[in-house]
T-cell receptor, first 114, second 112 residues
Framework: ETGVTQTPRHLVMGMTNKKSLKCEQHLGHNAMYWYKQSAKKPLELMFV???????ENNSVPSRFSPECPNSSHLFLHLHTLQPEDSALYLC?????????????FGPGTRLTVL | RKEVEQDPGPFNVPEGATVAFNCTYSNSASQSFFWYRQDCRKEPKLLMS???SGNEDGRFTAQLNRASQYISLLIRDSKLSDSATYLCVVNEASGGYQKVTFGTGTKLQVIP
């Protein structure tokens, strides 16, 4: 399935590195999301963009910086991460966040911070 | 109380068995509900929406009990391929937008 794609699929980075995660959706949706999934924890919503505007930031540390240049693309810029930031980062999209619609998830980026 | 709570399991059931999961939510103003399925090391995928009147899709039945603030998922005639983690999702209105909350998931293992 290619509705929501994410790159890279795996990423290993040091604490001083700067990297970016990319998400692209081909579904014509208006809302995009970043989630963090750590072992034994529920999915944590990080950021929400609706019509390219950030509508939610769930107290995410500033070392995570989202960017949404258009409704189809979403980036998560990473810098000076900590080992506890190692997790699966999932991107999702939905037709319109206000509608409580089904979310379609990308395959995720498995991030390891050394 | 957690916003959305699920028994993490694992539920180990034989093929052909019927199994049910519950999910409780704390906000009585929650508006929409979903069950997602997540296979090991894969992304979550929508299994079914949960409607007030209940809904059925093949071997799967979802129910909503607003009075007691829980949703349920019933799987009949379990197949090996049903082995996965089942995530409960609750949407509530927040500042004009929907706030999406996932449960931790219930792990199901169907054994031959």
């Amino acid at each position: 399935e290619t509705g929501v794609t994410q790159t890279p699929r795996h990423l290993v980075m040091g604490m001083t590195n700067k990297k970016s995660l990319k998400c692209e959706q081909h579904l014509g949706h208006n809302a995009m999301y970043w989630y963090k999934q750590s072992a034994k924890k529920p999915l944590e919503l990080m950021f929400v963009y609706n019509f390219k505007e950030q509508t939610e930031n769930n107290s995410v540390p500033s070392r995570f910086s989202p960017e949404c240049p258009n409704s189809s693309h979403l980036f998560l810029h990473l810098h000076t991460l900590q080992p506890e930031d190692s997790a699966l980062y999932l991107c999702a999209s939905s037709q319109d966040k206000r509608g409580g619609d089904e979310q379609f998830f990308g395959p995720g980026t498995r991030l390891t911070v050394l | 109380r957690k916003e959305v709570e699920q028994d993490p399991g694992p539920f180990n059931v034989p093929e052909g068995a019927t199994v049910a999961f519950n999910c409780t939510y704390s906000n009585s103003a929650s508006q929409s509900f979903f069950w997602y399925r997540q296979d090991c090391r894969k992304e979550p995928k929508l299994l079914m929406s949960v409607y007030s009147s209940g809904n059925e899709d093949g071997r799967f039945t979802a129910q909503l009990n607003r009075a007691s603030q829980y949703i349920s998922l019933l799987i009949r005639d379990s197949k090996l391929s049903d082995s996965a983690t089942y995530l409960c999702v609750v949407n509530e209105a927040s500042g004009g937008y929907q706030k999406v909350t996932f449960g931790t998931g219930t792990k199901l293992q169907v054994i031959p």
